[in-house]
T-cell receptor, first 113, second 116 residues
Framework: KNQVEQSPQSLIILEGKNCTLQ??????????LRWYKQDTGRGPVSLTI?????NTKSNGRYTATLDADTKQSSLHITASQLSDSASYIC????????????FGTGTRLLVSP | DTGVSQDPRHKITKRGQNVTFRCDPI?????LYWYRQTLGQGPEFLTY????????KSRLLSDRFSAERPKGSFSTLEIQRTEQGDSAMYLC??????????????FGPGTRLTVL
């Protein structure tokens, strides 16, 4: 079964601190992996996209890594800000006809002042 | 704002009523997706359109659900005889191009449905 699991479920950190979110997937056939940020009551917004051959990709203070051998990804947030408080969802795209997305349940991050 | 709009943003209805949601994708995007998201969960795929053709439907889409994209632009999702289990956020996403694997799906803000 195609699954994407994320940890931790929730996380509280102090403003200015760094954190790392984890994603493990059992999805086949794999096309690419994305991290989305979802603010409460809003739709998800794409942060990074990585294909099979990419190990790391950065978007400002967000850095995503991908290990396709172990089927693991991480999202590292540097120098957190209050506006980083959101759910972060790991999404794997299947290499099928219509490119179905399989979503994780997300990590809920709260950045505290 | 991603450029994808959904209407209404919130809908409260009584069990047994019909509801219809609308999604306006980014204008040049030919691909459109509907997802359902319940509290604390990631979005789940419901259906996919390429232009006006509905090419894929999830088993989650029971016969009470119907989606259309009549002119290949906006799309509607109708739920007939709503049940309390239909309460969720309904998300629409659009993308451009063919099946290029790195094209991003842009999500709308969602329609939150509450069935009383």
């Amino acid at each position: 079964k195609n699954q994407v699991e994320q940890s931790p479920q929730s996380l509280i950190i102090l403003e200015g601190k760094n954190c790392t979110l984890q994603c493990n997937y059992t999805v086949s056939p794999f096309s690419n992996l994305r991290w989305y940020k979802q603010d409460t009551g809003r739709g998800p917004v794409s942060l990074t996209i990585m294909t099979f051959s990419e190990n790391t990709k950065s978007n400002g203070r967000y850095t995503a890594t991908l290990d396709a051998d172990t089927k693991q990804s991480s999202l590292h947030i540097t120098a957190s800000q209050l506006s980083d408080s959101a759910s972060y969802i790991c999404v794997v795209r299947l290499n099928t006809g219509f490119q179905k997305l399989v979503f994780g349940t997300g990590t809920r991050l709260l950045v505290s002042p | 704002d991603t450029g994808v709009s959904q209407d209404p943003r919130h809908k409260i209805t009584k069990r047994g009523q019909n509801v219809t949601f609308r999604c306006d994708p980014i204008s040049e995007h030919n691909r459109l997706y509907w997802y359902r998201q319940t509290l604390g969960q990631g979005p789940e795929f419901l259906t996919y359109f390429q232009n006006e053709a509905q090419l894929e439907k999830s088993r989650l889409l029971s016969d009470r659900f119907s989606a259309e994209r009549p002119k290949g632009s906006f799309s509607t999702l109708e739920i007939q005889r709503t049940e309390q289990g239909d309460s969720a956020m309904y998300l629409c996403a659009s993308a451009t191009g063919g099946v290029a694997s790195t094209d991003t799906q842009y999500f709308g803000p969602g329609t939150r449905l509450t069935v009383l």
